[in-house]
């Protein structure tokens, strides 16, 4: 029973997912979040994240660059940021984790192929999205990438933005 229940605990996984801007912009994040929900995952952090100007710009630049070399640390988020959203300004829902067994390659079979018109139907994907531009979510797609993007995007994102709002406050109490 004892070694059932470790094997069966080692498989709970933490993915990372994103609405992305176009997603949140055509008011699919129901829809998205539903889909994860009904699959049988279980929410554990959501937080919809306006995407700086400058961290926008950033991303267009190094998206228009074929980047592979490792980059500082401070730029990882820039990066990463530049992998999942196509340098649009706009809002973004991000879900820090949906857990569950096999989460990460469960959540990117629901979600579907890169290019939409390769995604199968019955896929988010492949229901909802045309280009690849425009393909309205991003999962993790590794083990690995999703402890590391839920770090580096999510945790990162949380304190720009609790230093934001840190500012706003005190800019409001001048
Ligand atoms: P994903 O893991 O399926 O999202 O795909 P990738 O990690 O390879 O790429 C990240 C995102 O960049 C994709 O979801 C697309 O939005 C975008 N992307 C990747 N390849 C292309 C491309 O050839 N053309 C365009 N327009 N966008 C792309
Ligand atoms: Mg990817």
């Not at 059932?4 to 998205?32: F, N, W």
């Not at 309205?136 to 083990?143: A, I, K, L, R």
């Not at 304190?159 to 500012?167: C, D, F, G, V």
Request: aromatic residues 6%; charged residues 20%.
């Amino acid at each position: 029973f004892l070694p059932h229940l470790i094997a069966s605990m080692e498989q709970v996984e933490e993915t990372y997912v994103m609405v992305k801007p176009d997603g949140v912009q055509r008011g699919l994040v129901g829809e998205v979040i539903s889909r994860f929900e009904k699959k049988g995952f279980k929410l554990t952090a959501l937080k919809l994240f306006q995407c700086p100007k400058e961290l926008a710009e950033y991303s267009r630049a190094l998206q228009g660059s074929q980047v592979q070399v490792i980059l500082p640390q401070t730029d990882q988020l820039h990066y990463l940021w530049s992998r999942c959203v196509y340098g649009t300004l706009g809002y973004c829902v991000l879900a820090k984790a949906w857990e569950g067994v096999g989460a990460v390659a469960s959540a990117r079979k629901l979600i579907g192929a890169t290019n939409p018109l390769q995604a199968e139907p019955g896929t988010i994907r492949g229901d909802l999205a045309v280009q690849m531009g425009r393909n309205v979510v991003h999962g993790s797609d590794s083990p690995e990438n999703g402890k590391r993007e839920i770090g580096e995007v999510f945790d990162a994102l949380m304190s720009i933005i609790e230093l934001n709002s840190a500012q706003n406050i005190s800019g409001l109490r001048k």
